[in-house]
């Protein structure tokens, strides 16, 4: 059995962590790239959403490098996602690639098929054997994530620029080569600690904008012209609304164990989305309210074409807007984006949020002053 995965941001951080540990065989597909996606909308149905085009083009980058088990998370509620896993089955076999899927879900049956299908996944092995090195893979995914999370903030006060771009590609190289937890453990630390000692202005106040949306688009650079590396480039400090760590904890972990407590996003997005209506919905809404609560200079609503959660939310975002006084821009993400355009947009998005910034300071001044 040689596994393989979508591709989606850093998961393969965890993913491999958790594979070098229980001794699995597996194949981290390519970064996704034109390919992926000119592959994955040659066979994927037209309407299908983004997410699920790039999916099945990772899907078939890395049975051509010869696996032959793919392994995918699956959902329930209005979003397709919980469709992902009959779908990709079905195009595959359309396709003649004789692979099994197996998809880790807590379904209408429960804790015990779950454990089943974790017991196909690390090849007939005991479920308790899985438990030590997924530990280890979490830990080390919370790692990533905050790794990531710090170069969002070095990125816009670095004073040499491209600093912080250098050390991450380096690591982003490195991780995939390196065996173990430990060893990705070190590779953290040391990318860490380069990040830490990067000289930079700390008088610096930069316009910071968070990012909220669905999290595949969030999370994979593919998809969103690396928004969060463009950005800190021009000088603006990112807040990401959603990590892997954080969605697996929440939703595989407490959630199959029927112990995940509310969300502070859930109880600001009670007066505007009282009910999940699946994907992220509701974490994009009370996210924005908790981004201006926290004084941030404005958001990014990121969600592939047809996303039906996310057309939603974008529909109730200009109360949102009005009530906290929050700009937000929505990029909506599909296979003919043009790049272009975008960064057009997204340029005078943050041309507009620092006007608005020295606007407000100038009245302060003035208020203060008593005239």
């Known amino acids: ?47 299908a959403c983004l997410p699920l085009k790039i999916n099945i083009g990772n899907f078939i980058e890395s049975i051509e490098q010869g696996a032959d088990t793919i392994i995918i998370t699956g959902g329930c509620g209005p979003c397709r996602f919980g469709y ?11 396709l003649g690639y004789n692979v099994e899927i197996i ?17 196909r996944m690390i090849g007939g092995r005991s479920v308790s ?23 969002f903030r ?13 050390i991450m590609q380096k690591y982003f190289d490195t991780v995939k080569t390196v065996y173990g937890a430990k060893a990705i453990a070190h590779l953290i630390e040391e990318t860490r600690n380069l990040l830490l000692s990067t000289e930079i202005d700390k008088d610096y106040a930069p316009i910071k904008i968070g990012i909220v949306g669905e999290i595949y688009t969030l999370i994979e650079p593919f998809t969103n ?42 109880r600001e997005a009670e007066p505007y989305l009282k009910t999940a209506i699946g994907g992220h919905a509701q974490e994009t809404l009370g996210n924005t309210v908790l ?24 529909s109730i975002m200009p109360s949102v807007t009005k009530d906290y006084d929050i700009p937000v821009l929505t990029l909506v ?19 507009m949020l620092r006007r608005r910034r020295q606007i407000k300071e100038a009245n302060n001044e003035l208020v203060l002053s008593g005239h």
């Open 1 to 47: 059995m040689i596994v393989t995965f979508p591709h989606m941001g850093n998961v393969y951080v965890l993913v491999k962590t958790l594979f070098d540990e229980m001794g699995v065989e597996y194949i981290i597909p390519p970064k996704c790239n034109k390919r992926t996606l000119e592959l994955g909308t040659k066979y994927a149905p037209e309407m």
């Open 84 to 94: 992902y896993a009959e779908m990709h089955k079905e195009i595959l076999a359309g």
């Open 103 to 119: 998809t880790l879900e807590v379904n209408e049956k429960g804790i015990p098929e779950l454990l089943c299908r974790l017991k």
């Open 129 to 151: 054997s899985l438990a030590l090195p997924m530990y280890k893979a979490m830990r080390i995914q919370t790692a990533a994530d905050k790794l990531e999370e710090l170069s």
């Open 154 to 166: 070095i990125r816009p006060r670095e004073i040499r620029k491209g600093s912080t771009d250098a």
């Open 225 to 266: 012209l690396d928004i969060e590396k463009m950005l800190g480039n021009m000088g603006v400090e990112v807040n990401r609304s959603l990590y892997i760590s954080h969605w697996i904890k929440e939703h595989i972990i407490l959630g199959g164990l029927h112990m995940r407590k509310k969300q502070p996003f859930e």
């Open 291 to 314: 981004y201006a609560k926290q004084h941030y200079d404005g958001a990014i609503q990121i969600y592939p074409l047809t996303c039906m959660p996310e057309i939603v939310a974008g």
């Open 333 to 351: 993400m599909d296979e003919i984006t043009g790049e272009a355009g975008y960064i057009t947009r997204i340029d005078a998005f943050v041309d």
